[in-house]
């Protein structure tokens, strides 16, 4: 991954990322080149993985297990429109872009078909998820032979982390002036997420 200096995260950025994203995309090579899902994921900082599930009808599962793969973590992105620059007024020299924070995470898969590791992912994935949520519904909230059925119609897998590479391209690179107005331009448009990335993460 290119990353200029100014776009490179702290380590501390890298795990917020990736304890706090949604889905990941999930790249391996098969047999007919490169197949890619898109999984929940959850970050275990301390083992080093991160651990999701596959529906079990998606063979993609059976050729992963034991290879190489790419999973690819996302937080917010934004077009960010020339307009909303300072320097726009000043000189007119400026150019539309795009912001947007990723982590690309090397390892390599495990997957896990035994139902009470798959429980206690699910169980963690819940958590995770809902914990900011004025009802958290949790999975002891359905009853016990539903949730038993759902664990059977799913894989876990395991991606050993041995490397990651991470860009946060936040308008860094900007004068403060259009941080400013990048900042007022996300939020005009709706864009929260984005502008709190920026003003998070401005110089």
Do not use: C
Not at 41 to 47: E, I, Q, S
Not at 99 to 109: L, R
Request: charged share 25%; aromatic share 6%.
């Amino acid at each position: 991954m290119y990353v200029p200096a100014q776009f490179q995260p702290d380590d501390t950025a890298v795990q917020e990322l990736l304890t706090h994203h949604g889905a990941a995309d999930l790249v391996t090579t098969g047999p007919d080149g490169l197949e890619t899902t898109l999984l929940p994921f959850v970050h275990d900082a301390d083992r080093g993985v991160l651990l999701g599930h596959f529906a079990r009808s998606n063979d993609h599962w059976k050729r992963a297990d034991g290879q190489r793969a790419l999973v690819i973590v996302r937080g917010p992105d934004s077009y960010i429109s020339p307009s909303w620059y300072a320097t726009k007024r000043e000189h007119g020299r400026v150019v539309p872009t795009w912001n947007y924070m990723t982590a690309h995470v090397h390892g390599t898969v495990t997957i896990h078909d035994d139902v009470a590791w798959l429980d206690t992912l699910v169980r963690r994935l819940t958590d995770l998820h809902e914990a900011h949520r004025p009802a958290p519904w949790g999975v002891d909230d359905a009853p016990e032979k539903y949730i038993a059925g759902q664990l059977r119609a799913i894989v876990g897998v395991e991606v050993r982390i041995d490397r990651i590479d991470a860009k946060f391209k936040l308008s860094q690179n900007r004068p403060a002036s259009d941080i400013d107005g990048v900042i007022d331009g996300l939020n005009s448009v709706g864009d929260g997420a984005g502008a709190d990335a920026v003003a998070a993460h401005r110089p």
